[in-house]
């Protein structure tokens, strides 16, 4: 498959052949990612009947990554890209393919599945630093924020394909197939791996001595704009992007509705995020720090907004210009913060931001569930709007006269002036 692409063009990333084969790879991967999450889901319910047990396995699967995002980064920066996510792939896909064999064996009971999301979590904690800061290796800084635009489109077609295929799926022959055509995506991934051209990718010379953690935080914190964008981006992810919550109650506390609405609010969100990730190419040119917090103020007006609409469809409605916004924040944030490291230190870089990313949902959700019980789920996303709002405000307030990206970005330099 061939593109012909403009060295301006919205394809470039696509003229570089690693990038090109491992494009259709992820694809499939993300596809069986997504149509695992809802059979684990499914498998969940089945085997237990309780919500205690949905929210534990998810706790367990994503708890992971504050222990292993940043030795992840600092894997990254220490060891060969490709290799290390030919090993994470591998892990992941024995994962699957062990919990579909025990489904298929009806052998399955819930402990299998706790066990199995949490080495899971291990492996995706490790894995995703690894995958963004090789990106850059795979098509270049220049070609970096583009390839990050495609990803992000990537992504959100799976969420798209994914749910709906694992519905079918389960309806005609359980869950089990689900976990065994996700652990085959994953083997697909491991030998677009092994083709993958080493002589191709952009690499530098690795920084001589210990990679260590600590070096990594200092270089955040040494620098202004990359730790505004991962301040701002801690409470856009915590506060902003909980639509599980969000929709789940506005769905059966606010409309009356049940789990088929419930699905189709999640499709409208990807529209307008499978949406923005096509468009976001042609507004690389404007990303920077600044663009991340204007985009993550106008995203937490979305979601104040939402929470005064006043029926089912017009709550729809606003769904795709939600996911757009937050999509378009989150694509910024990532290729500002990729194309502002050095590479001697983009894979801790990459650890810290997915830590930041991820790392305070775990333990704010179960009190915005608390919260929403007592005052109401319209209340709840007011409040978490106000600070979607309000943060990043004070974030530009504090640091706009210290935006400005450093002549020399290397560690050395950064840390010195430190």
């Known amino acids: 498959m061939r593109f012909s692409v403009k060295s301006d063009g919205n394809w470039r990333a696509f003229r570089h052949r690693n990038f090109r084969i491992l494009y259709p790879a992820n694809a499939a991967s993300n596809i069986g990612g997504w149509v695992q999450r809802i059979a684990q889901d499914w498998l969940v319910l089945e085997l237990t009947h309780s919500g205690f047990y949905l929210g534990l396995v998810t706790a367990l699967q994503f708890a992971p990554v504050w222990l292993v995002s940043l030795p992840g980064g600092a894997l990254a920066d220490r060891f060969n890209k490709r290799k290390v996510l030919m090993a994470t792939n591998a892990i992941a896909g024995l994962t699957s393919l062990a919990l579909g064999l025990l489904v298929v064996t009806d052998t399955v009971e ?20 690894v995958r963004q800061s090789f990106v850059s290796e795979m098509v270049g800084i220049a070609d970096m924020p583009n390839a990050v635009s495609l990803n992000s489109a990537n992504f959100n077609f799976g969420r798209l394909v994914g749910p709906a295929l694992s519905g079918l799926l389960i309806a005609a022959f359980g869950t089990g197939p689900s976990f ?17 051209r080493e002589a191709e990718l952009f690499r530098e010379p690795r920084t001589p001595g210990p990679t260590t953690i600590r070096e990594g935080v200092k270089y955040v914190m040494a620098r202004p704009d990359l730790f505004v964008v991962m301040s701002v981006i801690f409470f856009v992810t915590t506060f902003g992007l909980n639509f599980q919550l969000f929709n789940a109650l506005m769905a059966t506390k606010v409309f009356d509705k049940g789990v088929t609405t419930f699905g189709l609010m999640g499709t409208f969100i990807a529209i307008g995020s499978l949406s923005a990730a096509l468009f976001s190419p042609r507004i690389e040119k404007y990303r920077s720090t600044k663009f991340v917090i204007f985009g993550a103020i106008t995203f937490g007006f979305s979601i104040f907004i939402i929470a005064f609409m006043p029926t089912f469809h017009t709550y729809m ?38 830590f930041v990313f991820l790392g305070g949902a775990p333990l704010v959700t179960p009190l915005l569930g608390l919260f929403s019980e007592s005052f109401g789920i319209r209340r709840t996303i007011i409040l978490c709007a106000v600070i979607t709002i309000l943060a990043p405000t004070a974030i530009w307030l504090k640091f706009k006269d210290r935006l400005a990206v450093p002549a020399d970005i290397s560690i050395a330099a950064v840390l010195k002036t430190a």
């Open 180 to 196: 065994l055509i996700n652990a085959t995506t994953y083997l697909i991934v491991i030998y677009v791996m092994s083709n993958i």
């Open 317 to 354: 409605l606003m769904l795709p210009v939600a996911g757009a916004g937050a999509l378009t924040t989150m694509i910024a944030a990532n290729s500002t913060v990729q194309t502002n490291s050095d590479s001697a230190v983009r894979g801790r870089v990459m650890g810290i931001y997915q």
């Open 110 to 129: 819930i402990w299998h599945v706790l066990v199995i999301a949490f080495v899971l979590g291990l492996a995706d904690a490790t894995d995703k630093p």
